[in-house]
């Protein structure tokens, strides 16, 4: 476990801690909602990164899993009346299921044809469950409020979902870590510089490019149930918004994608800024079209992101930020 | 059975060929350049706007209209090609996805605060036409018109004048072309205004049936998608015959199943071509 001792690993979940206790200082209710959307887009971010940042596989509708998963866990608990436990973990098993199935097919396609692909899964799912009676239709399902009570009410309830998300981002960050620096985690950059000579070098690249694609999959299911749980109800326009899954990649550009703590500083960033955007009286109006200036000029000009730009420069600090 | 069947073929068919035009933009920017253009929707919304303001402002009739759109079109997509697309033309498809993305926020930002997204409506009407049980608009008759001929010029262009021929080249082998002394930079952009100007001309013709809004061409965009792959990414053509062939499925589908379902029936259809035949139900290239 020497790679446990790697400060990169102990940087990035420090930051995500440290962030993540800010609220439990405060004890405000309008700071933990803010630190959640930050977590949940740090989770996010950390998890699409396995594939994205790793293998090189583009995923425009990575949201597809969240939705789902979200779909699968207000289902179990609202009509099923399962625990929330038990429905986060279905919530991530079914998004791992749809991954592994997808993935023995879509995965075979690369470039833009997978990600085309992948736009076309989100769409079908979203038009598929807005004429899927069981789960509400185009209505969609509400969580009634006494559910709450099981938790100690409402108010208690929300504090628990944080603490649990707050788990669960710190959890993605070690998986993606862990990843990184295994055996399987080297196959898949291979496979992202050049898949037919990793094949050749003796990655089984089907199977590899299917794992990563699964394990990206589940903890966005799981958080998909956490979020719509604390929503109190979930709609198929709300869960499989292809938006989202947009500013998901973003994020993940904006840190520098295949690093670890790239997709954390990626997403605080990100949601900082536009926290910042939507209240100042200037942008507020044209926040959406400040946020595409700054990913056209990354794109253009800093392809790597803020940590993979800071590697580069700084030679130093390739020791800390991995 | 028939006597609905039959209207709503027509009205689809109708509506295919616009699909088609829209598809096409896409199709040829895809053809030359290995570039999926996420800017594709907004584009379209443009030229929604583009013939809503001159014919709400200068009572302009709408298909002349439809020329100054065409322009600023092209325009606009060399403008796009030279800010955003140039520097990542040879980048991986991530880069140039998220430049093209990027252009897309961007519009959507600043047309949603100058625009608004209350729908507008282009109040112009020409009647319509009935030929036995079917009654159709004839703004639907002069839109599927306008494709045919817009589709007819643009492969006289690429046929027969020197800039198409050079764009064929282009799309055909880029680094050669550059090599017989073609200034592919230049034909590049060409070839992305060209595909944003038919994005334009689908919009303007749509606006002139239907309602609309700034994120309207969001729909449309996904369309493409879908069209492009029936018809084989990179060709135009096959885009028109994909159009037709989408507008067709959307005007029949209602008869056996409820309308709710076409999008399923349409996505679920675009991962399976793309699964059992990337190059598309009419592409030649495997």
């Known amino acids: 476990m020497r790679a446990l001792r790697s400060p990169g690993l102990w940087l990035a979940l420090a930051l995500t801690a440290a962030a993540g206790a800010w609220p439990y200082f405060t004890g405000s209710a309008s700071n933990r909602e803010v630190a959640f959307t930050i977590l949940l887009s740090v989770a996010l971010a ?38 929330l436990w038990l429905a986060v973990l279905a919530g991530g098993a079914i998004a791992g299921l749809l991954a592994l199935l997808l993935g023995a097919s879509i995965l075979r396609l690369r470039g833009a044809y997978f990600a085309l692909a992948t736009i076309g899964v989100n769409e079908a799912a979203r038009a598929f469950i807005n004429n899927f009676q069981p789960f509400g239709g185009p209505i969609g399902m509400t969580l009634n409020f006494r559910l709450y009570d099981h938790y100690g009410g409402a108010a208690r309830a929300l504090w628990m979902v944080y603490g649990v998300m707050l788990g669960l981002t710190l959890l993605v960050i070690l998986v993606s870590y862990l990843v990184k620096n295994s055996k399987f985690g080297l196959g898949l950059l291979a496979i992202r510089e050049n898949e037919d000579a990793a094949e050749i070098m003796g990655v089984t690249a ?49 840190g520098g994608y295949g690093t670890v703590l790239g997709p954390v500083l990626g997403a605080a960033g990100y949601q900082r800024l536009r926290g910042m955007l939507l209240v100042s009286p200037i942008f507020k109006n044209i926040q959406l079209a400040v946020a595409g200036g700054l990913l056209l000029i990354i794109v253009l000009f800093v392809p790597a992101g803020a940590v993979g730009w800071l590697r580069h420069r700084v030679p130093v600090l390739r020791k800390v930020l991995e | 059975m028939s006597d609905i069947l039959l209207p709503s073929l027509v009205d689809g068919l109708l509506l295919g060929f616009v699909y088609g035009i829209a598809a096409m933009g896409l199709s040829l920017i895809w ?24 014919f709400t402002n200068t009572g302009l009739n709408p298909y002349l209209a439809l020329f100054v759109v065409a322009l600023a079109g092209l325009l606009l997509g060399m403008i796009i090609y030279g800010v955003a697309v140039h520097r990542v033309i040879d980048a991986p498809h991530l880069s140039t996805l998220l430049a093209t993305f990027s252009v897309n926020m961007i519009i959507i930002g600043i047309g949603t605060a100058l625009l608004t997204t209350t729908p507008r409506n282009i109040d112009f009407t020409l009647g319509s036409l009935s030929v036995g049980p079917i009654t159709v608009p004839w703004t639907r008759v002069a839109a599927a018109f306008a494709t045919m001929l817009v589709t007819g010029l643009l492969y006289l262009f690429l046929y027969v004048s020197r800039p198409g021929k050079y764009i064929r080249a282009v799309a055909n082998n880029r680094v050669a072309a550059e090599l017989m002394g073609i200034p592919s930079a230049r034909i590049l952009a060409l070839s992305f205004g060209l595909g944003t100007m038919l994005a334009a001309i689908a919009g303007g013709l749509i606006a002139t049936f239907f309602p609309f809004t700034i994120l309207s061409g969001g729909s449309y965009e996904l369309k493409s998608f879908v069209i492009c792959v029936l018809g084989g990414l990179g060709n135009p053509l096959g885009a028109l015959f994909g159009g037709l062939i989408l507008g067709g499925l959307e ?11 076409v999008p399923v029936l349409e996505f679920g259809l675009f991962v399976l071509i793309l699964l059992v035949r990337p190059s598309g139900l009419l592409g030649s290239k495997s």
Do not use: C
């Open chain 2, 251 to 261: 005007g029949l589908t209602p008869a056996f199943m409820p309308t709710t379902w």
């Open chain 1, 206 to 254: 089907p199977q590899a490019k299917t794992w990563a694609y699964v394990l990206s999959a589940i903890f966005p299911g799981m958080i998909g149930v956490l979020f719509f749980f604390k929503n109190g109800n979930i709609e198929p326009h709300d869960a499989f918004r292809l938006h989202l899954s947009i500013e998901m990649i973003v994020m993940v550009m904006l």
């Open chain 1, 46 to 83: 950390s998890s699409l990164n396995i594939l994205l940042g790793y293998t090189g596989y583009v995923s425009f509708g990575h949201i597809v899993f969240y939705g789902l998963g979200g779909y699968m866990g207000i289902y179990l608990l609202s009509e099923r009346g399962v625990s």
């Open chain 2, 31 to 54: 053809g030359v350049m290995d570039v999926i253009n996420l800017s594709h929707g907004p584009i379209i919304a443009l030229g929604m706007f583009g013939i809503y303001l001159i």
